[in-house]
Structure formats: C-alpha cells, structure tokens
C-alpha cells in the first residue's frame, strides 16, 4: 500500500493532475465526503486528507508513505532537526511548482518600516512562521519579539497587537483589503513533494514512480 498525505484546497485540486499522469484518480471529492482516508482506481494506492501543517509530521513518523506540504510548512516543521529535512527522517525530491505565493513582511501603511530599522528599533512581529522570521531578521540583524499567531496575522497590526506581520502573500488582496503594505520579501514558496526515507527504500518501485511521474508530469 502506498498512502499519499494531503492538504484539502488549493493543493489537493493543484494535485490531481500531477496525479493523473502517475495513472492515479482519486475517487472520493473532500469537500462533499468527510471521509479521511480516499480511495483511489489504484487498490494499492490510497490519500489521506489531512491539515497542511499536520503533512510533514505524518509522513515523518510514516503514518503517509508521501506528501505534499508547501515550503512554508516543511521549513517550519524542520526547524526543530535543525533545519534539516534529512534529520527528520524526509527526503524532498522534487518542487512541484504549484501553489506558489511568497512570504513577506508587512506593516501598516502609516508604519516607516525603513526608519524603524535604520534607527535600530525593536520590532514586535506577530506570524504563523516563527522559525521563517526569526532567520530572516536574525540575518538582516534587526531585534524582533515574536508573537506566535495561528492565522488572520493581517488583524496584528491593525489593533496595535503587532508592528509587522510575516504571511504569505498570493494576490496581495488580503494586504490592501486591510491597508497593510509589503515592505519585505523573504522567500518564494511553492509546494514540495515529502517522502518517509524508510518507506522510501522499502517500497522502492512503487515510491519512484510516482516521483518519476510528477517530475515528467512538472516538466510538460
Ligand atoms: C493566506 C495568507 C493570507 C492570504 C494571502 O491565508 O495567510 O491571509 O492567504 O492571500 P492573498 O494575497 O491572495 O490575499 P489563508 O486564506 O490561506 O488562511 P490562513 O489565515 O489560515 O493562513
């Protein structure tokens, strides 16, 4: 049995068809069935719906075979190895290019973000992607308090909770609905193919082939 980890939305759709060029359909819809486990026209091929963030955790502990999780969520979920995704038992073969967006910082637009970090000042920075903004203003040497958020980041700053905020930008509605600006761009992010090094080698043939099918599958 192979068992594929998934996100519900933008991944699981994006996914389908990188699935369908490894001959594999997912027979059952997540968003009409509640059903966790779906089955596929593959008897040996199984997918398990499960939160974004949780796909990382379940195919390092081989609860999934696979999974596609975005960069985002992979370096999050790392940073407690070391940043180092072979340190947690996973092996990334392949950037799918899909569900791209960036990671950004953010502030109110009446914030001088510049000025702020030219005079030295401590920044309060409110995010979902603690381990992604401490590197990141580690790296530019600015001192920042971290506020661990778990979503809806874009209210922080608005209510005075936050200065800044650190999120992922797609269209940058969310930013201009709520009268923030991008100041910072920190990284692309694209969703990535996560595979359990041991199931790797035991299930060899079945596990390349469906890595050999999303990279021809990438490459069209
Ligand atoms: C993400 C992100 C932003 C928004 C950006 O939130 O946190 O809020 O999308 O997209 P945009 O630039 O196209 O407006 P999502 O809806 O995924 O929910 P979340 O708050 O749970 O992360």
Known sequence: MITLALSKGRIFEETLPLLRAAGIEVLDDPDTSRKLILDTNQPQVRVLVVRATDVPTYVQYGGADLGIT?????????????????AAG???????????????????????????????????????????????????GVHVDLIKLYGSMELAPLVGLSD?????VSTGNTLRANRLVEVEHIMDISARLVVNQAALKLKQ????????????????
């Open 70 to 86: 975005g960069r985002d969520t992979l370096i999050e979920h790392i940073a407690a190895w070391g940043g180092n995704a072979g």
């Open 90 to 140: 996973l092996y990334q073969p392949l950037d799918l290019g899909i569900s791209r967006c960036r990671i950004s910082v953010a502030v109110r637009a009446d914030f001088d973000y510049a000025h702020a970090v030219r005079q030295g000042s401590r920044l309060r920075v409110a995010t979902k992607y603690v381990a992604i903004a401490r590197d990141f203003f580690a790296t530019k």
């Open 164 to 168: 800044a905020i650190v999120d992922l």
């Open 205 to 220: 043939a079945p596990i390349r082939a469906i890595i050999d099918a999303f990279a021809g599958a990438i490459r069209a």
